[in-house]
Every structure is written in structure tokens, then in C-alpha cells.
């Protein structure tokens, strides 16, 4: 009775152990996959930079639509003013 006693003790303990040592396994490779992936990740300061050109990028195109838009409403202007001097005017 005994040898059940301590058979049963010793198999539940050894069971116990394998089953942490499965769990920190596991936790350890969950733990260098993390720092793999914050090790990618750029610093704050280089996130900073990139947001700084894009968005002296977008600048840039914004001053180049608004460079279009006024020549677009010139020529819109020119053509709409020889438009109007070329058609007859009738009384109503």
C-alpha cells in the first residue's frame, strides 16, 4: 500500500514537472518571437522622421494640385473671355 502511496506521489510530482517544463518551454519561444518582433520595430524618433517626409511629401503634392488648379482657372478665364467677345450679343 505503501508502494501506491509513494508510486502515486513521485508519478503526480514528475507529471507536475514535466508540465511546467512544457509550459516554459512554450513561454520561453512566445518570449523570442516577442522580442524579435520589438526588435523590428523602429524607435520613436525614426517613426517621427518618416511621419516628418511624408507629410512634407503630401506638402508637395498639395502645392502642386493648388499650382494646377490656379492654371486651370486662368485658363478657363481666357477661354471664357474670348468666348465671350466672339459671341453676339442679342437684346432681349
Known sequence: MEEFVFFGVFG???V???GFAALWVSARRRARRLELLVSRLA???DRF???EQRLD???ARL????RGQEFLG???A???GHAAERAPSTPH
Open 12 to 14: 503526480g510530482f514528475a
Open 16 to 18: 507536475a514537472a514535466g
Open 43 to 45: 524607435t520613436p524618433e
Open 49 to 51: 522622421d518618416v511621419l
Open 57 to 59: 511629401d503630401i506638402a
Open 63 to 66: 502645392e502642386q494640385l493648388a
Open 74 to 76: 486662368k485658363l478657363a
Open 78 to 80: 481666357k477661354r471664357l
